[in-house]
C-alpha cells in the first residue's frame, strides 16, 4: 500500500467515524440550589363541553438539591386568568414543593391544596432523562407506578429526540413525547418540548391535554397548553 492510499483510508475512516458520532446526544440535568425560572403559561380548554382561556405566570425555584441528586422544586402561580379576567383569589392548585430523583420521577408533592389529582397531573408532564446518549431518532420508555395511597395511576411515558434547535439565545434538543394513563378515565398528555442543550433545562413546552385531571379543577379538562421560559 503506498503512503497516498494509506492516507486516503485513513481520511475516509475518519470522516465516517465523525458521521457516525456527529448527532450523539448526552442529556443530562444539572439543578442548582436557589436557581429560579419564570414561564408563561397559554392554554385553551374545554371544560364540559364550555371553551375558556388560560394564562398565568409559574415561578419554579430550586429550593433543596440533595447529595442523592434529589431536587426539590418550589412552585407558585401568579397573574392567573381566565378568559382574560383574573381569577379569583385562592383558586388553581396554590403552592407545591416537588421531590424528583435525579432521573426526573416524582417522590413527594407537599402543599396545602395537594390531592390525588396533584400527582396524577404532575406525572403527565414529567420529563425522565434517557439512560444512554442518544442519536436523533432515537427513543425511550418509562412506567409510572400506580400508588393508590398518593393517587397516583399508572402510565407509560415515550420519549423521542427529533433534533437541535434554537430558541433565542438557547442551544436546544427537540424532542416529542407522550403520557398515557391506563385503566378507566385515563388522562394523557403530548405534544413537544425544547430542553437546553447544556444542562436540560426545560425551555419551552407544546402540549396537548386530554382528560387531565387539573387539581382545584372542577372536572377533567381536554385542550392547548404552551410553556414558554420568560426568566
Excluded at 467515524?17 to 450523539?24: I, Q
Excluded at 443530562?28 to 408563561?40: L, N
Excluded at 403530548?190 to 387539573?214: C, F, Y
Amino acid at each position: 500500500m503506498t503512503l497516498k492510499h494509506y492516507f486516503s483510508i485513513s481520511l475516509l475512516s475518519l470522516a465516517l467515524f465523525s458521521l457516525a458520532t456527529a448527532d450523539t446526544y448526552t442529556i443530562k440535568k444539572t439543578p442548582k440550589q436557589g436557581e429560579v425560572h419564570k414561564y408563561k403559561q397559554v392554554g385553551k380548554f374545554d371544560v364540559g363541553g364550555q371553551e375558556f382561556e388560560y394564562e398565568a405566570t409559574a415561578s419554579q425555584k430550586i429550593s433543596k438539591v440533595e447529595d442523592s441528586g434529589n431536587y426539590v422544586v418550589e412552585e407558585t402561580q401568579s397573574d392567573v386568568k381566565l378568559n382574560g379576567q383574573e381569577a379569583p383569589e385562592g383558586s388553581g392548585p396554590g403552592a407545591t414543593n416537588t421531590t424528583f430523583t435525579a432521573k426526573g420521577e416524582v417522590v413527594e408533592i407537599k402543599g396545602d391544596r395537594v390531592e390525588a389529582n396533584t400527582y396524577r397531573f404532575a406525572n403527565l408532564a414529567i420529563f425522565i432523562l434517557p439512560e444512554k446518549d442518544l442519536n436523533v431518532g432515537d427513543s425511550w420508555t418509562y412506567d409510572v407506578k400506580e400508588d393508590k395511597k398518593s393517587g397516583a395511576v399508572a402510565a407509560k411515558a415515550t420519549y423521542k429526540l427529533i433534533g437541535e434547535d434554537k430558541i433565542g439565545s438557547n442551544d436546544c434538543l427537540k424532542l416529542s413525547y407522550s403520557i398515557k394513563e391506563s385503566g378507566a378515565d385515563a388522562a394523557s398528555s403530548e405534544g413537544t418540548i425544547w430542553i437546553r442543550k447544556s444542562d436540560a433545562t426545560l425551555i419551552k413546552m407544546s402540549a396537548k391535554w386530554t382528560n387531565a385531571p387539573v387539581p382545584g379543577a372542577p372536572m377533567s379538562i381536554t385542550g392547548d397548553i404552551t410553556l414558554t421560559l420568560i426568566s
